[in-house]
């Protein structure tokens, strides 16, 4: 993301620069050349300068790689305006919410003693926000902060950390479901929010062994505790209805008088206790 958006951020703390060609810009400024457009609309998890983090209401929120400035993540909208103001009052709404939970997630996890927010868009002229956290005695002092000033690089474990850190702060799973047929029936925190349609059974499959896959192996349930677990992770509250698809297509075994549960562990067409 340096060639993206670095570079924006950065040229407004060094010397000024000449503006760019104006062709170039005015195809920026349309959104006919934007390379925060292309980011957002990629199902891509990681480029070569971030690691997307979460989906949030009106944009998508990525940790930078260079991690000089520890937190240091930027929040891109998901359609194209060079201005805020461009926005419709419902989008720049619900991306100033965005923009204040993911503030306030950051400080959290990193613990940071101030949080800046810079929207500058002067190489890409597509509204984003730099989420730079402070921490009394870093270089800045009390001017602003260049994240780029130094290049500080982690292992994949350590990004994974903090990835996941953000999203619990965000109260979100975790882990970020990427696989494409599942994030099309979740919402952001992982609950199933329609059982699918009677033609949809591939679907009705992606559910079901998401489902199954929320139950630990070796363990037994009480039907109250299974009946807990599924209403954790939907949101249609038809409970039964995925306790039985469980059931029916063998993910559980039970115990005729339905005491007991558990996950099944044997071939899918080994016949289930009933």
């Known amino acids: 993301m340096n060639d993206q958006n670095s570079s924006d951020q950065a040229n407004d703390q060094a010397a000024p620069l000449e503006w760019m060609p104006c062709e170039q810009w005015n195809k920026r400024l349309s959104g ?28 998508k929120l990525y940790l930078q790689k260079n991690q000089y400035v520890q937190g240091y993540c930027i929040l891109i909208t998901n359609r194209h305006y060079a201005e805020l103001h461009q926005m419709r009052p419902q989008e720049y709404s619900r991306f100033l919410e965005d ?36 921490y ?3 270089d800045g002092g009390n001017a602003p902060l260049n994240p780029y000033a130094q290049e500080v690089y982690l ?62 192996a070796g363990r037994t349930y009480t ?12 949101t249609f509250e038809d409970w039964a209805l ?10 559980l075994k039970r115990y005729k008088d339905g005491t007991q549960y558990w996950v099944n562990e044997l071939e899918a067409d080994e016949e289930t206790s009933e």
């Open 223 to 234: 039907e109250q505790e299974v009946n807990d677990i599924l209403k954790q992770w939907h």
């Open 32 to 59: 006919d050349d934007c390379a925060l457009c292309r980011l957002v609309r990629s199902e891509a998890w990681e480029d070569d300068y971030s690691y997307r983090v979460a989906d949030m209401q009106r944009g």
């Open 99 to 134: 923009m204040v939970s993911v503030g306030a997630a950051l400080t959290r996890v990193f613990d940071a003693d101030k949080m800046n927010y810079q929207i500058l868009g002067n190489e890409q002229p597509h509204v984003h926000v730099h989420f730079i956290p402070r």
């Open 136 to 138: 009394y005695g870093d």
């Open 155 to 216: 292992t994949e474990e350590a990004y994974k950390d903090r990835i996941q850190a953000i999203r619990k702060a965000l109260d979100m799973i975790p882990e970020p479901i990427t696989d494409p047929d599942l994030l099309r029936l979740v919402d952001e925190k992982g609950r199933v929010t329609r059982w699918p349609g009677s033609k949809d059974t591939d679907d009705q499959m992606v559910v079901r062994e998401y489902m199954a896959s929320k139950f630990e």
């Open 242 to 251: 995925l306790r039985r698809e469980l059931f029916m297509y063998k993910f």
